[in-house]
Nanobody, 123 residues
Framework: VRLVESGGKFAQVGGSLTLSCAAS????????IAWFRQAPGKGREGVSC??????EYADSVKGRFTLAVNDAWNIMTLQMNDLKADDTAVYYC???????????????????WGQGTQVKVSS
């Protein structure tokens, strides 16, 4: 499956952004799907994951970010509200076939990555 993100841009603290990830070559209904991010000088961090086990969020984004997928299972989104400066990062959508991972928020288990989209949050 090929993943392509869009929607990254500049935003102000307290603002909102929606990132999208379009899948081609396959639909996402047989995958665990996730969003990761990598802030400057830091490692890649799992932000949210949707799998047969449910919907998970990193503590740092709970209550502010929402992962969703469309009915056709070919577009996933990340709605980001109440943005903070610490949310500045390159955001990646990701997928791994169901059953091929232990933790879908751990990058080592991910098989497919998008190219990344930059989000910069400033005051």
């Amino acid at each position: 499956v090929r993943l392509v993100e869009s929607g990254g841009k500049f935003a102000q603290v307290g603002g909102s952004l929606t990132l999208s990830c379009a899948a081609s070559g396959d639909t996402l209904d047989d995958y665990a799907i996730a969003w990761f991010r990598q802030a400057p000088g830091k490692g890649r961090e799992g932000v949210s994951c949707l799998s047969t086990s449910g919907l998970e969020y990193a503590d740092s984004v709970k209550g502010r970010f929402t992962l969703a997928v469309n009915d056709a299972w070919n577009i996933m989104t990340l709605q980001m509200n109440d943005l903070k400066a610490d949310d500045t990062a390159v955001y990646y959508c990701a997928a791994v076939p169901e059953g091929d991972y232990n933790d879908c928020l751990e990058e080592d288990y991910i098989d497919y990555w998008g190219q990344g989209t930059q989000v910069k949050v400033s005051s």
